[in-house]
């Protein structure tokens, strides 16, 4: 049978501790932070890709076809990346992968700023 409160060496019972609440851990609100700024991030690229190519071709087509490819890495990689990534360290995996994201969108602002923005450099990003 199994008690709630523990025993210690000297025969004086202690009740558990417990934890302390989730907002007090700094690992869970660097997770959580981190993943709001990525989610955020992303909300805002899924508007302004389209509007960004719409305002550099006049093509709705073009526009159209930036949305549509956001849908297409994760078509490709889901599967062979959940199999791999099972395998390897989850966090690491992650930091890397906001990281990657985070530099692939900062070269649009720089690639706008030197003048070679190009729709297949929007595309690939």
């Not at 909300?43 to 719409?54: E, G």
């Not at 159209?64 to 989850?90: E, M, Q, T, V």
Request: aromatic share 8%.
């Amino acid at each position: 049978m199994s008690t709630t409160k523990e025993t210690v060496a000297s025969g004086e019972e202690m009740t558990p501790k417990r934890p302390g609440p989730l907002w007090r851990n700094l690992d869970y609100m660097l997770l959580w932070g981190g993943q709001v700024v990525s989610n955020v991030g992303t909300q805002v690229s899924t508007l302004a890709f389209p509007l960004l190519i719409l305002a550099l071709t006049r093509s709705p087509a073009q526009a159209g076809l930036a949305g549509a490819l956001r849908a297409l890495p994760y078509l490709i990689f889901s599967l062979p990346a959940g199999a791999l990534i099972d395998r390897w360290d989850r966090k690491r995996v992650m930091i890397l992968c906001d990281i990657g994201r985070a530099i692939s969108m900062a070269s649009i602002p720089f690639a706008l700023a030197i003048g070679r923005l190009t729709v297949l450099h929007l595309f690939l990003v």
